[in-house]
Structure formats: structure tokens, C-alpha cells
């Protein structure tokens, strides 16, 4: 497997910033991508989810200009800065830079007084593998920007406020969770979520005392969902609680479904409903499991998770399936896709001594399902968005 182990070097970053700009960064910034344990397609229903932060993650160096401007670089992307006006509006820009100006504009837009900032980013979240790469370079721009111009704005609602920069600007109607996980997650817990309250429990996570491990297969499966597909399926949930009369679907219980069901004459909704209902009661039972110590008694919520994002919510695509099929007939205690879906990545609970086993067996069907190869590594929770330097 891969050695993903977090290494907060603020060298390369620096580096990047004084290059571009010609100055030393006032301060480098960092903010981690996520996997989400189980709850998907539930943030944006308020319902429930349960993600941890991962190592892997976004360095934002920044510093403050006496300028109207934005100026912004990637290691991930060469080339010139872009550069925009203080003022620059959605549509402004649409390529990866969007994540970043957004979160300026988000910011300005809610009032709070930022002014012109050189930005330079690097990070080592795949790109396109659900991990939430996205959040993580919104939020450690959010992060720096809430230091550098002592803003004081509270966790949550820099959370909200880099969600924003991601529904409006950019133009993906994401829910809270990947930015909630990639500011408030905290090393050794997963983040329990209650995306309408915004009650959030750190709930520990050490599967390795346990001789367990997290396994995070990437199927480099091509992972798009700007382009419509996340937007359908949010948009029928809407209309689908607007039909039952609930604010959201999240106010549908499990023993109230079949009740639900009967009311829906759309097959869409009705197979959409079920997944949304049934997740989140997964996720509370998960939940009360990880509580109770229960590690392995959560394998087969994460395998029936999948099954209902398979076949209820149909997000999942061929190496997704051929990843969970393959790890749990290979004894995973259960496994999962995670994320948004339509590519991504797989999570699957292992025990330790059958990881490599699992990895192997899932790169070998990928090779004869001709598939590209997968890649592999072990999750561990890590800590939220914090300064670096």
C-alpha cells in the first residue's frame, strides 16, 4: 500500500508562494480532505453523517497585499497567477481557482472585511477521488483569511461560509459535511453530524487497537458530479419531501417508510426516499455501535450502505462494485463506496492481517475487469483545519 503518512512540510508551499510573489507567505495554513464513514447523500436532506479528516490534505500559504486583488497559485497547476478583483463575481473565473476566490467572495459577501491576499496552495488529496479535495482548499483559505484578517468567525460558520463559496460560485450544490469535517474533525474520532442542528460528538475511532484497518481504495474511476447527476438527485429528494409534506426528507423515520412509500407514485422518488430514510437510520446505529465498542458489529451497516447507494440511489459505477464485491470475498468485514459517487473511492473494514490480501484481490479483478489500477491506503483520523506555520 501507499505511504500516505501526513507530513505538514510548509518547504514546498513557501517555496511556491515566494517564487510567484517575490515575498515570504505572513503564514501557512492547512486543511485536511475526509472519508466518510457512512451517511451519504444525507447532508443535504439534514440529515446524519459520521466522516473523520484524513491526512491527506491542502497547504495554503498566504499573505496580505495593499491592493484590490487576488492573486492565486497551485503547485497542482502551473502557470502564470490568476488574478482577479476584490470585487469578482460568480462566473468570474471556472477553473480550479474558483475554490478559492469563492471563499474570498463568500467571505466579503457575508460582510466581513477582507482585503487583497496573494495565495499560494499544494495538496496531496486526489483530485476527483470523493475525498473531498475541494473543501479541503476552501477551508484552508477560510482558515487563513479568518487568522490573517482576524475575522473571528466560529468553526461551524466557516464551514457554511466555504460551503457557500462551493454552491455559489463555483456551482456545485454540495451539502455542509465536507467542509463541517475539514474544519471541526479532531485526531482519533470520527465526526458524528447532525447537518440541521449542527450538533456535531467527536465519537473515538482506533480500529488499529482492535487489529482492524480502514482501508481507503481509490479506483481512479473518473469522478464528476458538477455535471448534473449530484443536482438531479438533490433536486428529487426536494421533491419528493415536498410531496410528503416534511421540510425534509430527514423527517421521515424508518417505521413511518413504508407509510411514506405508498403516498409516491414516482418509482424515483420512492427508491430515492429508501435510501435517505435508511441511511440515516444506519448511521445512528453505527453510531451507537462505535459507542458500545462494537467495531466489527458496524461492517455490515457499511456493506448495506452500499447496496442501497447501488440500488436505491444508483451512484455507484462498475469499479465501485467490483471494490466491495471483491474486498468483502476477501474478508472484509464490510465495505462501502464514499462520497458522491459515479467513481471515487471504496472505504472497507479489514482485519490488519488481511489487508494486503484485500488490495491485492481488488487490484487483480480491476486487471481483468480492465479496469485502471486501483490505488490503497490506510485511513487514520486526523486533525481539522489548523495553522501550519
Known amino acids: 500500500m501507499e505511504d500516505t503518512a501526513v507530513r505538514f512540510d510548509v518547504t514546498e508551499v513557501s517555496a511556491a508562494f515566494t517564487a510567484a510573489f517575490g515575498r515570504q507567505p505572513d503564514g501557512v ?34 499573505g496580505r497585499t495593499t491592493d484590490s486583488r487576488v492573486r492565486v497559485v497551485s503547485r497542482q497547476e502551473p502557470g502564470a497567477p490568476v488574478t482577479v478583483g476584490l470585487d469578482a463575481k460568480p462566473g468570474a473565473v471556472t477553473d480550479w481557482s474558483a475554490y478559492v476566490i469563492g471563499v474570498v467572495w463568500s467571505l ?18 486526489p483530485a476527483g477521488a470523493g475525498l473531498s479535495s475541494s473543501a479541503a482548499l476552501e477551508c484552508a483559505v477560510a482558515g487563513a483569511l479568518n487568522d490573517l484578517f482576524e475575522l473571528r468567525i466560529e468553526p461551524t460558520e466557516l464551514a457554511r461560509l466555504a460551503q457557500r463559496a462551493e454552491n455559489e460560485f463555483v456551482g456545485m450544490p454540495c451539502g455542509v459535511m465536507d467542509q463541517m469535517a475539514s474544519v471541526s474533525c479532531t485526531a482519533g474520532h470520527l465526526l458524528f453530524l447532525d447537518t440541521r442542528s449542527m450538533a456535531t460528538e467527536q465519537v473515538p475511532f482506533a480500529p488499529a487497537d482492535r487489529d482492524r484497518t480502514l ?31 416534511v421540510a425534509a426528507l430527514r423527517d421521515v423515520s424508518v417505521d413511518e417508510l413504508p407509510v411514506a412509500l405508498s403516498r409516491m407514485d414516482d418509482e424515483v422518488q420512492r427508491r430515492r426516499v429508501r435510501h435517505v430514510v435508511t441511511e440515516n437510520a444506519r448511521v445512528l446505529e453505527v453510531v451507537r455501535r462505535l459507542r458500545d465498542g462494537d467495531l466489527d458489529g458496524i461492517g455490515p451497516l457499511l456493506t448495506a450502505s452500499h447496496v442501497s447507494l447501488r440500488d436505491d440511489y444508483e451512484v455507484t459505477v462498475g469499479e465501485l462494485d467490483t471494490a ?40 487483480g479483478a480491476f486487471e481483468r475487469a480492465g479496469y485502471r489500477e486501483p490505488a490503497a491506503f490506510t485511513a487514520v483520523p486526523a486533525q481539522g483545519a489548523h495553522r501550519v506555520r
Request: hydrophobic share 45%.
Open 29 to 62: 495554513w492547512a486543511a485536511p480532505g475526509r472519508v466518510n464513514i457512512i451517511g451519504e447523500h444525507t447532508d443535504y436532506n439534514d440529515g446524519f453523517v459520521l466522516p473523520m479528516a484524513l491526512p491527506q490534505g491542502v497547504r495554503a500559504a498566504v
Open 108 to 125: 466579503r459577501e457575508a460582510g466581513y472585511d477582507v482585503g487583497g491576499v496573494d495565495i499560494a496552495v499544494d495538496g496531496d488529496v
Open 215 to 245: 482501508l481507503v481504495i481509490d479506483t481512479r474511476a473518473p469522478h464528476k458530479l458538477v455535471d448534473g447527476e449530484y443536482a438531479r438527485r438533490r433536486r428529487t429528494c426536494e421533491e419528493a419531501a415536498s410531496v410528503l409534506g
Open 324 to 363: 466491495v464485491d471483491t474486498a468483502l470475498a476477501t474478508g472484509a468485514l464490510g465495505a462501502r463506496m464514499t462520497g458522491g459517487g459515479f467513481g471515487g473511492c471504496v472505504i472497507a473494514l479489514v482485519p490488519t492481517d488481511r489487508a494486503d490480501a484485500v488490495v491485492d484481490a481488488v487490484r
